[in-house]
């Protein structure tokens, strides 16, 4: 959750449609993500990036670095801050400055990771057919 600089809400606003049309690309580079959510709060005076991911925090930042940083780039730049852009040498000290831990956290499937979820829908998906199958 950061301080939205001047002139930021709008500037998020201008830029939500392309970013939410670009996220299931981005978020699959990742492949660890099981939901994200950003969204202007507070009267637009902060934004906030809530995720959902498989494995540690400090793994999923590097990931998010290395493979979504002209996407979240482009949602964060001008809009949040002192955001110094994710390639930034002080790009891990703005998140962990900006970091609030999650006081009550639950998930019904845990120790299930998004490609344990995707194997599952594919393998029901597959169960399905031949069930039509063997029943036509």
Known sequence: MA?????GAE????????AQVEAAYWEGK????????????NDGTQILFAATYSDEFNPYVVDVINFATPWIDHM???VAEG???LKSPDALAY????????????????????RDVARGQ?????LG??????QA
């Open 3 to 7: 301080p939205v600089r001047p002139g």
């Open 11 to 18: 500037i998020f606003r201008e830029r939500v449609e392309k």
């Open 30 to 41: 990742l492949g660890t993500v099981h939901d994200l959510r950003v969204c202007l709060i």
């Open 76 to 78: 964060f730049t001008d």
């Open 83 to 85: 955001y110094p852009g």
């Open 95 to 114: 998140i962990a400055k900006h970091q609030v831990e999650a006081s009550v956290w639950y998930g019904s499937n845990e120790d299930a990771t998004v």
């Open 122 to 126: 594919r393998t029901l998906a597959a």
């Open 129 to 134: 057919e031949l069930l039509d199958a063997a």
